[in-house]
């Protein structure tokens, strides 16, 4: 075959804009990269200098090397193979094409394309089956627990009305912040059972809001000496339902003050516009950090990575902001903190003002 064929193929056959290709041989028992083309190489934070007339453990992490080994050897032996990867965020399927003379494999085509969206919409669609679940639970139980959790506050207020011994009304103060704690999560259940239900879209100053929180949560910060920064200086006005962000704000920060501790460190907040489609909030803290463990799991239902946590806050935040159309993104490492990013659609956004300071 002659470089001209190959090259007129190489361009009916590179999937250009959605992935790459790539080929190599096996040479001293290693398989070397002889070409490599295509977009999604970009995409992943490679370019063909990287990767052409290297080997696999010169450009990937040591346990990619290993599952890579595997299908490169079955390519090698004769075999088409089909395989799923990700590198640099971006999910791909790969298929290797041995190219064989006279019985014997003289290099290998593999061509891979991008399937992060897929990927992605397979994973929220597995969160839906999940959330179903959870939500049929979750409205057989607050139903279970409300209707008795009422009448014991109502004779608790009745019992504290009435009791003549004073050094019974700290307990019965106790009992009654207790059944509110156990109220709130039975909210908390109701919400993700039916999501829907009394949402109240209006036009909202959300500069102001994410302000208001910060307002709410300072005295909390202040008594552990955490200061909340925040470069909120721009207006910007979109529909929302105040009292659902408002809970996602403030949970959010609750978190990131628990997480620094009495470490006297700051958090920072910051508002902005995001490719002239969207506005972002990044809440960044300097705390423990999460391990890429728990990182993983952190939306699952009645997961928490708290001693008395209940494993729903962070999964009706995002709840809240999926019903706004938003996305919400965790980063963080142990021992250098956190980064929380939610992007919320720019289409529901007036044009922004500044804020008069």
Known sequence: MNDQRTAVDYEQFIPRETGFIFKFIKKDNQFIHTFIEGKLIEKVGLCPDTVTGKSLCEFLPPDQVLRKEFFYEK?????????EGSFGGVHYLAILNPVIQENHTIEVIGTAIDITNEKNREKQAQQMEKLAVVGELAAGIAHEIRNPLTSMKGFAKIVKESVTEQKLVP????????MERINQIVNEFMFIAKPHENVNFQYANFSKLIKDCITFMEPQANLKSIKIESNVHIEYILTCDQNQMKQVFINLLQNAIEATGNNGHFIFVRLEEVSGESVMVTIIDKGCGIPESRLNRLFEPFYSTKEKGTGLGLLTCKRIID???GSIDIESQPGEGTTIRIVLPRHNIVEPLLIAE
């Open 323 to 325: 019903l706004h159309q």
């Open 171 to 178: 307990y019965l103060d106790i009992m009654l912040d207790e």
């Open 75 to 83: 390519a090698w032996n004769g075999e088409q193979v089909n395989y």
